[in-house]
């Protein structure tokens, strides 16, 4: 059996999900029995006619499964929908989606009500239905538009603590619509009895992956050479995102900074609206960084924004990569779509909250520390990459040491942002196909890779390993796959408070200030 997925149509937000998972797909045709039979998941996100909803149930009653929109599953069925608008959710806590925590969709659930449809998550709404030997999932939201959304608005973070840090974010968790994604396969894959097998995510077998941004706007020159000689005593590699307004601090500290990264944040700390003056600012901001020989391919937008005037720029202008947390955050690099197609610029999301935000509500240095340490150790957990940021101009860097040690002492690999997109942008160009049989694996591959491992995954257990042309899965190291501690009062991070308005307030006018 081919391990393979199957789309009626390669939509860009499928697209962008199935790249970041690693995973084997192409877009097929319905109409072709053969080659849905090699599929191991078919993914049904447009209309059908009865002709191929002929072939796909036959594929289901043969013991194949596949996932459909729960609006395209009531059309062609003739069946009534259940509609409403949802802003969040909250998974079941016996779900496999428990963990998860809460999500922000912000669209419309369709979902159906049928003795012959059992629920995989209630809340979710989230379907299957046995059909013969095989499995079909519905999902009640269209994922591609979920993906592509570019709207923003301002989030709390859980904190056992009564004032909640917030942050003007991406307003569609789209890390978490992915991880949604990532398990209903998972779950169709071990109905099937067979493995789900990604291309890992992380150099080699590394378990995790600490990259550490800083953004240099209104420090200064002392300020910044202070954050440096942190980097340097813990050998941590920064990548320096540089607001270009002080000519002595590029020439006194970013020009003399080996093993650090130099990568472009403006020289207006300001994103705008139209092409013209976000082309001037970045230009302006690289001739200034040229004019001190220093050349860079990075860029993270003043206060993480990101619109598509702003991505025509970065990619005239060669940028390998950008990180923007309100086009995304929490999540793992991809190619936005620009024009309807994939932009050339890779994004890496960040974590979204520094030092700044919290001591703006109010947080002791203790409380900082307590709150990094558990995101890290969530991070180390579950396999997440460990994103975090920084202003030298916001100073605790008390707080910063204890990360750096933190990481060194559970001897997390450190990159920087180039150094990253360079290898995943490999991943992304690998190309495999995976055979299952005889709990075996035989992969078919040009030449073996030296530093991109597969994650194998079966029921609830993983092993990462090298790409061979064969693979026994009797002889591979399998570990437990970890869950994180279910959080209770989730609600309360999306319940309005008066500080909201205040903080919104200050942005705007703080924007208009610059």
């Known amino acids: 059996m081919k391990l393979k997925i199957g789309l009626i149509t390669l939509q860009p937000g499928w697209k962008i999900i199935l790249k970041q998972e690693g995973l084997n797909f192409e877009e097929i045709s319905l109409d072709d029995p053969a080659n849905v039979d090699d599929c191991s998941v078919l993914i049904i996100n447009e209309q059908i006619y009865q002709q191929q909803k002929k072939h796909l149930y036959s594929f289901l009653k043969n013991g194949g499964t596949a996932i459909i929109n729960s609006k395209i599953f009531a059309n062609f069925n003739n069946l009534k929908l259940h509609s409403k608008t949802i802003k969040y959710c909250i998974p079941n806590t016996k779900s496999i989606f428990a963990d998860i925590g809460l999500i922000d969709f912000y669209t419309r659930f369709h979902w159906l009500k049928s003795k012959e449809i059992q629920y995989l998550d209630s809340n979710l709404k989230i379907q299957f239905q046995q059909i013969g030997k095989g499995y079909l999932l519905l999902l009640p939201f269209d994922v591609n538009s979920l993906i592509l959304n570019t709207d923003v608005k301002r989030k709390k973070i859980l904190v056992d603590r009564k004032e909640l840090p917030s942050e003007i974010v991406a307003k569609v968790s789209k890390g978490k619509i992915r991880q949604i994604i990532s398990r209903c396969l998972q779950f169709l894959h071990n109905e099937r009895k067979i493995p789900i097998v990604q291309l890992w995510r992380f150099p080699n077998n590394w378990q995790n992956l600490f990259m550490f941004r800083v953004d240099t706007d209104f420090c200064s020159t002392k300020e910044a050479t202070a954050l440096y000689e942190l980097c340097k005593k813990h050998k941590i590699k920064g990548t320096w995102f540089v607001d270009t307004v002080s000519r002595g601090t590029i020439q006194h500290v970013y020009c003399k900074m080996p093993n650090q990264e130099i990568a472009l944040h403006c020289r207006r700390h300001l994103v705008f609206p139209d092409y013209e003056t976000n082309k001037e600012n970045i230009e ?231």
């Open 284 to 514: 302006n901001g690289l001739s200034d960084l040229q004019v001190e020989g220093i050349d860079v391919t990075g860029f993270a937008a003043p206060f993480g924004e990101w619109n598509e005037n702003l991505a025509e720029v970065l990619e005239e202008k060669n940028f390998q990569y950008s990180s923007e947390f309100c086009l995304n955050y929490d999540d793992l690099p991809f190619y936005p779509v620009l024009n309807q197609k994939n932009t050339s610029v890779l994004q890496i999301p960040i974590h979204p909250m520094s030092t700044g935000r919290m001591r703006r509500s109010h947080f002791f240095e203790t409380e900082m520390w307590k709150y990094y340490k558990a995101y890290i150790e969530e991070c180390i957990k579950i396999g997440s990459p460990i994103f975090i940021y920084h202003h030298p101009s916001h100073g605790n860097l008390k707080i910063i040491e204890k990360i750096f040690d933190f990481i060194n002492e559970n001897k997390i690999n450190v990159l920087t942002y180039q150094e990253y997109a360079d290898w995943w942008k490999k991943r992304g160009k690998f190309k495999f196909k995976i055979n299952y049989n005889d709990n075996g694996l035989s992969c078919e591959i040009d030449k073996i890779p030296e530093d991109i491992f597969l994650r194998i995954t079966k029921q609830d257990e993983f092993a990462l390993v090298g790409i061979n042309k064969k693979i026994n899965l009797k002889d591979l190291n399998w570990q437990k796959i970890e869950k994180l501690k279910l959080k209770s009062n989730l609600k309360r991070i999306r319940k309005w408070h008066w500080r909201d308005a205040l903080y919104n307030y200050e942005s705007k006018k703080g924007k208009k200030n610059k």
